[in-house]
């Protein structure tokens, strides 16, 4: 399969042979989409554990995407998760339905994808750091207490040696 850009949304599935099937999905809403072993489903799939007709897929009246599973003998993950039967559920782009030995997902086209916001561009003339977290070593008292506990060393360090030179006879 090749990746070209697309102007429209698809059903991507990939049978059980590996072979990769790509079906254009209807713009308006509410077309469904029908997929099974028979023939007369929008989207055929031979393999004996994918149900005559299997599930549904559908784009609801907001532009989301559904699928439902239509009482299928051997049920329809959607991700991890086990579809109940005959309820629309919502479909998620990229996420891979399985049916029986079949992946089965939705590529949306570019064209109707969401665009993201990217993070600003610094101006260069702008020399300014960016702010960092203040650390501990950043602490405006830090310096008083390294300086008050320097002094109280010294002190002690000075007592220590006058008690030792006052011990001698």
Same mark, same amino acid.
């Given at each position: 399969?090749?990746?070209t *850009?697309? %102007?429209?949304?698809? @059903? *991507? =599935? ?5 072979? @990769? %099937?790509?079906?254009?999905?209807? %713009? ?12 007369d489903?929008?989207?055929?799939i @031979?393999d +004996? ?7 549904? *897929?559908r784009?609801?009246?907001e532009?989301s ?14 991700? /991890? #998760?086990?579809? +109940?039967p005959?309820?629309w559920? +919502? &479909?998620?782009? #990229? =996420?891979?339905?399985? *049916?029986?030995?079949?992946? =089965?997902?939705?590529?949306q $086209?570019?064209?109707?994808q969401?665009?993201? $916001? @990217?993070? +600003? !561009?610094p101006d ?8 960092? /977290?203040?650390? &501990? ?7 008083? =207490? !390294?300086?008050?506990?320097?002094i ?9 040696? &006058? ?7």
């Amino acid at each position: 399969m090749t990746n070209t *850009i697309s %102007q429209q949304d698809h @059903i *991507i =599935v990939r049978h059980p042979n590996k072979k @990769i %099937q790509k079906i254009p999905l209807p %713009q308006e809403a509410d077309a469904i989409l029908k997929v099974g072993r028979e023939l007369d489903n929008d989207i055929s799939i @031979i393999d +004996p554990s994918v149900s005559r007709y299997h599930l549904q *897929i559908r784009r609801n009246a907001e532009g989301s995407m559904e699928i439902s599973d239509m009482g299928s003998a051997n049920g329809t993950l959607l991700g /991890k #998760k086990l579809l +109940p039967p005959n309820t629309w559920q +919502p &479909f998620t782009e #990229k =996420v891979k339905v399985r *049916i029986g030995e079949s992946r =089965v997902w939705w590529e949306q $086209a570019i064209s109707s994808q969401k665009t993201v $916001a @990217i993070a +600003p !561009i610094p101006d260069p003339k702008n020399k300014k750091k960016p702010h960092a /977290k203040k650390g &501990f070593l950043d602490n405006p008292y830090l310096k008083w =207490v !390294i300086v008050a506990a320097t002094i109280l060393l010294v002190i002690g360090m000075a007592g220590l040696i &006058f008690l030792w030179i006052s011990s001698y006879p």
